[in-house]
């Protein structure tokens, strides 16, 4: 399991203001994104609409899809090529990873925000950075890493909310002061032929699952024998036998084992018509409490770690959408299917194939104050949403 949880208080970490660090690391991004991610080529399109924003001086929030770990490096490219330093929401734990993060990412611009509960000092900081307007605000309004390009999930309000708040202060100075926001839609792309790129890491996986090296077998058909193995050991070890029956369905099936009982315990009944973020993250706000009060015994304070990790696993296995290598599925899809299980396997992701990305700015959205998302659908979150599933290419099936 990744260390994505922090058994300590959570203390807010603002960013800096200065741009000394911004611009030393300027000129390494593009080799820090090539040697570490595979990024070669950027591609952009919609730079006008983010520097008109800029220079009317409204208050400019950025909202990205987040599809892999690298999309706030991207963003900081993009700060680069734009010619101004963004701020960057960002989760506790990655400014909480190492001593280097810590010291280096405030003063890159990049601030924290407590995925296990409330943080409205988060909040505060982000309406405050809005609200004076000297550099844009970045927060992905999904909440999580997705891992899937194809697949947009669901849109958390906590970013319109404060985009609103941001756009009532301003208002109050200045009536023409605005607040307007701007999707930003990331597609990777393959820069290279896949197949020579993922053999050896195939290989790796399939014997680290005891499995023979299926080399005359295609990449998707490598791939289902995989998705199978792991699922088969999942199960062996989750439920004590190993199910039948479609992968996709099992796959559901073994999710709501791990997250039902727990919800029993932990919040009193079962979340089942919830996503499965949204119960993971009620789950593990509600377990990290119990361990930050303290008084448990080594044998309690062990059992509630390994809920956590059953935890990992159920959100681990929401990364698989059902019918993702369908029909004849993109080599995007392919990579991304491999980087997920070598991830689950290793807790870690190589760069195989160079990529391309391609970062496009959306319409500016004007933040109309008097709004309001609590009842219903979000009409803020609707416009971004509609945007970036157009730039993105996505249909209603994906």
Same mark, same amino acid.
């Given at each position: 399991?990744?260390?994505?949880?922090?058994?300590?208080?959570?203390?807010?970490?603002?960013?800096? /203001?200065?741009?000394?660090?911004?611009?030393?690391?300027?000129?390494?991004?593009?080799?820090?994104?090539?040697?570490?991610?595979?990024?070669?080529?950027?591609?952009?399109?919609?730079?006008?609409? &983010?520097?008109?924003?800029?220079?009317?001086?409204?208050?400019?929030?950025?909202?990205?899809?987040?599809?892999?770990?690298?999309?706030?490096?991207?963003?900081?490219?993009? %700060?680069?090529?734009?010619?101004?330093?963004?701020?960057?929401? #960002? %989760?506790?734990? &990655?400014?909480?990873?190492?001593?280097?993060?810590?010291?280096?990412?405030?003063?890159?611009?990049?601030?924290?925000?407590?995925?296990?509960?409330?943080?409205?000092?988060?909040?505060?900081?982000?309406?405050?950075?809005?609200? +004076?307007?000297?550099?844009?605000?970045?927060?992905?309004?999904?909440?999580?890493?997705?891992?899937?390009?194809?697949?947009?999930?669901?849109?958390?309000?906590?970013? /319109?909310?404060?985009?609103? %708040?941001?756009?009532?202060? +301003?208002?109050?100075?200045?009536?023409?002061?605005?607040?307007?926001?701007?999707?930003?839609?990331?597609? *990777?792309?393959?820069?290279?032929?896949?197949?020579?790129?993922?053999?050896?890491?195939?290989?790796?996986?399939?014997? +680290?699952?005891?499995?023979?090296?299926?080399?005359?077998?295609?990449?998707?058909?490598?791939?289902?024998?995989?998705?199978?193995?792991?699922?088969?050991?999942?199960?062996?070890?989750?439920?004590?036998?190993?199910?039948?029956?479609?992968?996709?369905?099992?796959?559901?099936?073994?999710?709501?084992?791990?997250?039902?009982?727990?919800?029993?315990?932990?919040?009193?009944?079962?979340?089942?018509?919830?996503?499965?973020? #949204?119960?993971?993250?009620?789950?593990?706000? %509600?377990?990290?409490? #119990?361990?930050?009060?303290?008084?448990?015994?080594?044998?309690?304070?062990?059992?509630?770690?390994?809920?956590?990790?059953?935890?990992?696993?159920?959100?681990?296995?929401?990364?698989?959408?059902?019918? *993702?290598?369908?029909?004849?599925?993109?080599?995007? +899809?392919?990579?991304?299917?491999?980087?997920?299980?070598?991830?689950?396997?290793?807790?870690?992701?190589?760069?195989?194939?160079?990529?391309?990305? #391609?970062?496009?700015?959306?319409?500016?959205?004007?933040?109309?104050?008097?709004?309001?998302?609590?009842?219903?659908?979000?009409?803020?979150?609707?416009?971004?949403?509609?945007?970036?599933?157009?730039?993105?290419?996505?249909?209603?099936?994906?």
């Amino acid at each position: 399991m990744q260390r994505i949880v922090i058994e300590e208080p959570y203390v807010h970490i603002p960013p800096r /203001a200065g741009t000394a660090w911004s611009v030393m690391f300027k000129p390494v991004l593009p080799w820090f994104l090539r040697k570490n991610y595979g990024i070669v080529n950027f591609e952009y399109a919609g730079l006008d609409r &983010l520097r008109a924003s800029l220079g009317s001086g409204d208050g400019v929030m950025l909202m990205p899809n987040h599809c892999r770990d690298e999309d706030g490096l991207i963003l900081g490219q993009l %700060s680069c090529k734009i010619g101004t330093w963004f701020y960057c929401m #960002s %989760s506790w734990h &990655l400014l909480k990873a190492s001593r280097l993060h810590a010291f280096i990412l405030p003063r890159l611009g990049v601030y924290s925000v407590y995925r296990e509960g409330i943080d409205r000092a988060s909040a505060k900081t982000s309406v405050g950075l809005l609200t +004076r307007g000297n550099r844009p605000v970045v927060i992905f309004p999904e909440g999580y890493l997705g891992r899937t390009n194809d697949r947009l999930n669901p849109l958390m309000d906590g970013a /319109a909310l404060i985009a609103r %708040s941001a756009a009532r202060i +301003r208002a109050r100075g200045n009536p023409a002061s605005k607040v307007v926001v701007h999707p930003v839609a990331l597609r *990777y792309r393959l820069a290279g032929p896949l197949e020579p790129g993922v053999a050896g890491v195939l290989a790796d996986i399939e014997k +680290r699952l005891g499995q023979p090296t299926n080399e005359n077998l295609s990449i998707r058909s490598r791939l289902e024998v995989i998705e199978e193995a792991m699922l088969a050991r999942l199960e062996a070890e989750k439920l004590g036998r190993i199910q039948t029956g479609p992968v996709a369905e099992r796959r559901s099936q073994l999710m709501q084992a791990i997250l039902g009982p727990l919800e029993d315990e932990w919040l009193g009944h079962r979340r089942e018509t919830e996503s499965v973020q #949204s119960r993971v993250r009620q789950l593990r706000a %509600s377990i990290l409490q #119990s361990l930050l009060k303290g008084g448990l015994s080594e044998d309690e304070h062990r059992r509630r770690w390994r809920q956590l990790a059953d935890i990992y696993t159920a959100q681990g296995l929401d990364n698989y959408p059902p019918g *993702y290598l369908s029909g004849q599925p993109t080599q995007e +899809r392919l990579l991304e299917t491999i980087e997920r299980l070598e991830e689950d396997l290793t807790d870690k992701v190589r760069p195989h194939v160079p990529l391309t990305v #391609s970062v496009s700015i959306g319409e500016a959205i004007v933040v109309n104050p008097a709004t309001s998302g609590r009842g219903g659908n979000d009409p803020l979150l609707s416009a971004v949403e509609r945007q970036l599933r157009a730039m993105l290419g996505l249909t209603s099936a994906d």
